[in-house]
């Protein structure tokens, strides 16, 4: 055989092998998460305070009136903190404003939404936070003379908002709901 041979016989065995399917580019994929549909329960206490929960929740109070909300199936924590108003107001609206806007390192935006709720006499702010910050939501409501609650999630996990981010959802539709049905007791 000659070189030429050779070289047709080597060009049409590479083009034989080299053919076969087109490469693709893999399409996106979305991460299936499925939560159960949320049923609420009232969680009441010995507290100047109640609200509605997740049932998939549980609650512990401490001795203060401050609360953990756990939910071991998304691996997070709520975080809520009582406190009495005695003369100090701007000072607690202030160290509450401080906690969220720590997050402004990591986060891509805080979105702040108020909430007012006259016939309960609670008034207060939402937070979502978004990007990766170690926590992704927060608030605080207070009636502005006696009552003040703060409330932040935390997972255990490394912040990584792509990977937690169908269950801070979930959890911001749960503390949001929580919020909006926090009740005070002793109403003077």
Not at 26 to 32: D, G, N, Q, T, V
Not at 139 to 149: C, E, P, R
Not at 170 to 180: A, S
């Amino acid at each position: 055989m000659t070189l030429r041979s050779h070289f047709y016989i080597l060009l049409c065995c590479t083009l034989f092998i080299s053919c076969g399917d087109d490469v693709l580019p893999k399409p996106e994929a979305f991460l299936s998460l499925t939560y159960p549909k949320p049923n609420y329960v009232t969680t009441t206490t010995d507290c100047d305070y109640s609200f509605e929960k997740n049932d998939i929740s549980t609650a512990y109070f401490k001795d203060d009136c401050s609360a953990t909300i756990n939910y071991p199936e998304l691996d997070g924590t709520l975080f809520l903190t009582y406190r009495k108003v005695d003369n100090n107001i701007n000072a607690l609206l202030r160290d509450a404003q401080k906690l969220t806007y720590e997050h402004v390192i990591k986060a891509d935006d805080i979105i702040e939404e108020k909430y007012i709720n006259k016939e309960q006499d609670v008034y207060g702010m939402f937070y979502d936070v978004r990007g990766n910050a170690a926590s992704q939501s927060q608030f605080y409501v207070t009636d502005s003379t006696q009552h003040f609650i703060t409330g932040s999630i935390y997972f255990n996990a490394k912040p990584n908002y792509d990977s937690i981010y169908p269950a801070a959802v979930y959890l911001k539709n749960d503390i949001r709901h929580l919020m909006e049905t926090i009740s005070w007791k002793n109403k003077d």
